[in-house]
């Protein structure tokens, strides 16, 4: 069987006032490069991440190189998984594949309530061989002073498109990057680390580096698209409008994910982004690793909460292989909390297909 592999487009379905989309009116130029060596379009590939039941069926995303094998993306492309789910990482010019080793945070979830929250749409994860080229983030989340008052910045991004049994880098230039309180079609504040843009991308357009124009530090990636309905409010019409989000990743926010220990986090999130529908555009079930849950030195047992919506089977394995399931068809936010014997193996099912589900592994702990 030839080996088929799908991208996935992340529409989120949320749409925002016509006064705001008109500050993402510039437009773009959208070019392609087939060789370079250096620089940071050598440090952009694409990643195939393996989290459906036929595993001929990858969700694609657009991945870049930081630097010591380290790698950054949308959470939403891992579906925020603790586990690599036989990711790949393929390069434009290089002659080999790159797999993943091991992930250091990923976490797919956004909030909505007074918009100080972060948006925790980002995976962190090592690669066994990596290019040497690696882009730079910003040091920390600067916004650039405009005179106007507009917090914006100009932009390069970087996205991958499908070209035969590789991929073609788009760059999109000059584009605009607006940073500032971004809101929702309620008028509800998005988290307070994202942005919009009107950069131009391909078709593999999660998780695509925003760079700034000046310096070529990363500033932001992509994360998804709203669409807006055209004056007549046609809400599919050619002509209708898109809002591009991105989040705002900065140097500081890496440091301290590698500095974190060597553990999973407190919580887990898996799936789109909360209050939202989320799209993988394919419509195939699910069935990826979620986790290995690992005890602390000198204990044998790790306990943990779990909260999962409709159509979605979460099963737990302890140490002895013993299982527990949590949840199931059309029973929604099934709770329950466990004690089991470390380490825990944690997958997610879900027949829904195209829509990608919503759990909580909660409070993780290990006595």
């Known amino acids: 069987m030839n080996r088929i592999s799908r991208f996935a487009v992340c529409v989120v379905p949320f749409f925002m ?25 050598g440090a952009v590939g694409m990643v195939d991440v393996y989290l459906f039941k036929d595993r001929n069926i990858s969700q694609r995303c657009t991945a870049t190189h930081i630097g010591d094998g380290l790698m950054v993306t949308a959470g939403h492309c891992f579906m925020g998984a603790y586990e690599c789910n036989n990711a790949r990482v393929s390069w434009e010019n290089e002659d ?40 730079t983030l910003q040091p920390a989340n600067k916004p650039p002073a405009n005179p106007d008052g507009n917090l ?21 230039a000059p584009c605009q990057l607006v940073l500032g309180p971004v809101t929702n079609i309620f008028s509800q504040p998005k988290a307070s680390d994202t942005a919009k843009h009107n950069c131009d ?80 555009g394919i419509a195939e079930p699910l069935n990826f690793t979620v986790a290995y849950l690992q005890a602390k030195t000198g204990s044998s047992t790790v306990s943990f909460g779990v909260h999962n919506g409709l159509d979605t089977v979460i099963e737990a394995t302890d140490g002895d292989g013993k299982k527990m399931i949590f949840g199931g068809p059309r029973r929604a936010g099934y709770d329950q909390r466990v004690r089991m014997k470390a380490p825990v193996k944690l997958t997610m099912t ?17 006595p």
């Not at 006032?17 to 379009?41: I, Q």
């Not at 914006?152 to 999109?172: E, L, Q």
């Not at 599919?236 to 900065?250: E, L």
Request: aromatic letters at 8%; charged letters at 20%.
């Open 350 to 366: 879900s027949a829904q297909g195209g829509l990608a589900p919503l759990a909580w592994i909660e409070n993780i702990q290990s």
């Open 17 to 41: 006032s016509l006064t705001a989309a008109a500050a993402a009116s510039k437009k773009t130029k959208r070019t392609e490069r087939r060789s370079f060596n250096a620089g940071p379009l």
């Open 152 to 172: 914006s910045t100009d932009a390069i991004a970087y996205s991958k498109r499908p070209a035969g049994n590789s991929s073609a880098t788009v760059v999109s």
């Open 201 to 280: 991308l391909a078709e593999i357009a999660s998780g695509s580096p925003l760079m700034r124009a000046s310096s070529n530090e990363i500033v932001a990636i992509h994360q998804g698209t709203s669409l807006l309905p055209d004056p007549d409010g046609r809400m599919w019409a050619a002509d209708s409008q898109k809002i591009h989000y991105a989040k705002i990743v900065t140097g500081a926010d890496i440091r301290r994910i590698i500095d974190l220990p060597y553990a999973l986090p407190d919580n887990i999130r898996i799936g789109g982004f909360a209050g939202e529908v989320f799209s993988t």
């Open 96 to 135: 080999y594949t790159s797999r993943c080793k091991y992930i250091l945070y990923s976490n797919a979830s956004e909030s909505y309530s007074n918009g100080n929250e972060v948006s925790n749409d980002l995976t962190v994860f090592k690669i066994d061989r990596y290019p040497q080229s690696a882009a």
